[in-house]
């Protein structure tokens, strides 16, 4: 009786189509599973440490303040100020990253010879380290060091000066990561068949008026990924100013990452330095969900 009510069961099970509606959810349960484990508990940890006092070394004393590291966050101006600094710096860095990586691609995307050696040793940049990448451009752009020396700039201070220093950093970001954008813009132009542009020739579109009209529209998706993943990098950075500039001089380098380091490893205030980085994520993701809403309306644009 038991082995027959199985069968029975099963058949029902079949007949009832139960198991493929089941399927896509069973096949993705250890994904969700994995995610919630890695960020879904992270995060809550982080926000259970954020309304804490906890310090360094008195982790089994801390005490539930409630919401008083957001208010001491806010009242003491230094989210505002990390903020202003990381926005200023992210605007500097995307924007000359944006337009040399565009003007890049599109030179790489013509055929010229050598141009695979040209399109190989370009990406020498992006496959240095950070830390490597900072310690070496910390000493090029010394006061003493070889860029002013090549330039004759005389003594000018690129990472020791408050007016200067998010300039310098501007200058070592975009060394090193607008290989990053040049390898997403190829590819969205080589996306681009030739069919597309001598339609644009038969209706007497110029140069320019293929660019504008053709080249752009086309490429816009590929523009804005490139545009959210440079985003959260920046938002986020950490390494090339700690190893440059460690937030100095004073805090004119004081991005938020630096900032939520500084308070929970330098001085020792998990909890504040949690509020800290949590604000952080909270600005990465209106960044995400802002740029996202943009693309799914490029990409229905541009494939319509």
């Keep these: 009786m038991n082995d027959l009510a199985l069968v029975q069961r099963v058949r029902l099970f079949r007949e009832q189509g139960i198991g493929r509606k089941l399927t896509p959810y069973l096949l993705l349960a250890p994904v969700v599973l994995l995610l919630m484990f890695f960020l879904a508990y992270p995060l809550w940890v982080g926000i259970q440490t954020s309304l804490t006092d906890m310090r360094i070394g008195r982790e089994a004393q801390a005490q539930f303040i409630g919401l008083r590291n957001y208010k001491l966050l806010i009242e003491s101006g230094q989210l505002f100020t990390a903020t202003r600094v990381t926005v200023s710096l992210v605007l500097r860095c995307i924007t000359m990253e944006m ?7 599109l030179l790489m995307n013509r055929q010229l010879r050598g141009i695979r050696f040209y ?32 330039f004759g700039l005389g003594d000018f201070p690129w990472l020791s000066n408050t007016q200067n220093v998010l300039w310098g950093l501007m200058v ?4 090193q990561t607008t290989p990053q954008v040049v390898i997403l813009l190829l590819a969205g132009l080589q996306t681009i068949t030739k069919d597309i542009y001598e339609a644009a020739q038969i209706d007497g579109a110029n140069a320019w008026q293929t660019f504008r009209f053709v080249t752009i529209p086309l490429l816009l ?5 490139s545009l959210m993943i440079r985003s959260i ?12 500039t460690n937030g ?15 308070e929970t490893f330098a001085s020792g205030f998990i909890g504040y ?11 990465v993701l209106f960044v995400v969900l802002l740029i996202s809403r943009r693309l799914q309306a490029a990409q229905r644009a541009a494939y319509d």
């Design 273 to 283: 330095g949690t509020t800290l980085a949590l604000m952080l994520g909270l600005i």
């Design 119 to 150: 399109r190989a040793i370009s990406l020498i940049p992006f496959m240095v380290p950070t830390v490597v990448t900072g310690l070496m451009w910390r000493m090029l752009l010394d006061p003493q060091g070889a860029v002013n020396y090549l």
């Design 99 to 105: 337009l040399l990586g565009l003007g890049l691609a």
């Design 248 to 262: 100095g001089p004073g805090d004119a380098s004081l991005v938020l990452h630096v900032a939520a380091y500084r």
């Design 172 to 175: 070592i970001d975009v060394w």
């Design 233 to 244: 990098e920046l938002i986020q950075v950490l390494d090339i100013v700690l190893v440059t």
């Design 221 to 225: 998706p590929f523009f804005l990924i």
